[in-house]
């Protein structure tokens, strides 16, 4: 089992930025491949950025160069820098984890609103 808890969201200006953070309490987090998701009101989740427990990331080409994924092993911790926020990237912003063949759990979400 393992449980994700989001944190970072809230309002930002079009143009700011956000950090997002996912704690997560799981044994040997480093063998998880992690990922976050957004979903928009009306619209399906969809992936945002993920990190495999090797280190390689993949981007949504809507966040590529404005959105950074990085995980911090140590801490348990995942994490997304997101920069140059636009107004659609106003979502609930969701963490995910899973090792190979097995489960993929989620977290409770956290909403990110991009308005002037």
């Known amino acids: 089992q393992a449980q994700l808890v989001e944190s970072g969201g809230g309002l930002a200006q079009p143009g700011g930025s956000l950090r997002l953070s996912c704690a997560a309490s799981?044994?040997?987090?480093?063998?998880?491949?992690m990922g976050w998701y957004r979903q928009a009101p009306g619209k399906q989740r969809e992936l945002v950025a993920a990190?495999?427990?090797?280190?390689?990331?993949n981007y949504a080409d809507s966040v590529k160069g404005r959105f950074t994924i990085f995980r911090d092993n140590f801490k348990n911790t995942l994490y997304l820098q997101m920069n140059g926020l636009e107004p659609e990237d106003t979502a609930d912003y969701y963490c995910?984890?899973?090792?190979?063949?097995?489960?993929?759990?989620w977290g409770q979400g956290t909403q990110v609103t991009v308005s002037s």
């Open positions: 990190i495999t427990s090797g280190g390689t990331t």
């Open positions: 799981v044994s040997f987090f480093s063998l998880y491949n």
């Open positions: 995910s984890a899973n090792r190979k063949n097995g489960p993929v759990y």
